[in-house]
């Protein structure tokens, strides 16, 4: 009991730690560009490295987020139900896994969303500086394992078809 007690802690604690790296993200604005300049991007990598975060939203529009991510090891194992993420490795290298079917499926943090402790019968590869990988909504996707890998992280909410 006490264990289980921990593991439910922890989890508490790593979810309102992700929240807070997505709450103070600005709004996209409706009536005009936003630029985001290497030096911004860079900046909020260091920032991630420097504090042991993984995640940094710069941007919030709802149906989209533009976020840096960096990850050292491995990441857990995700599957959306509508979102569509498109990655572009800035720096760094690892292994990623896509496709097949979730180990240990569990729901997410909402509707269509799940975790896995890794992924079954899918693809792996290295992924490195320049590369981009685009994920569509349903395909088990995660960094399997890296050193360091830092990647722009852009997300779309699937539209429903008109």
């Given at each position: 009991m006490k264990l289980f007690r921990c593991i439910l802690m922890a989890a508490a604690l790593l979810s309102t730690q992700a929240i807070a790296q997505t709450v103070d993200a600005p709004l996209a604005p409706?009536?005009?560009?936003?630029?985001?300049?290497?030096?911004?991007l860079t900046a909020a990598a260091?920032?991630?490295?420097?504090?042991?975060i993984s995640t940094k939203r710069m941007l919030e529009g709802g149906i989209f987020s533009i976020n840096v991510r960096h990850i050292q090891g491995a990441e857990t194992a995700l599957q959306h139900g509508?979102?569509?993420?498109?990655?572009v490795i800035q720096e760094g290298s690892g292994i990623v896994a896509t496709g097949g079917?979730?180990?240990?499926?569990?729901?997410?943090?909402?509707?269509?969303?799940?975790?896995?402790?890794a992924i079954r019968g899918g693809n792996e590869r290295l992924i490195q500086a320049g590369d981009v990988v685009f994920v569509?909504?349903?395909?088990?996707?995660?960094?399997?394992?890296?050193d360091s890998i830092v990647y722009l992280n852009i997300r779309f909410e699937l539209r429903d078809e008109d």
């Open positions: 409706k009536d005009s560009a936003v630029d985001m300049s290497l030096a911004e260091q920032h991630l490295k420097d504090a042991g509508r979102i569509s993420e498109v990655w079917e979730l180990v240990d499926k569990e729901a997410g943090s909402s509707a269509g969303e799940f975790r896995g402790s569509p909504p349903g395909v088990p996707h995660g960094i399997k394992q890296t």
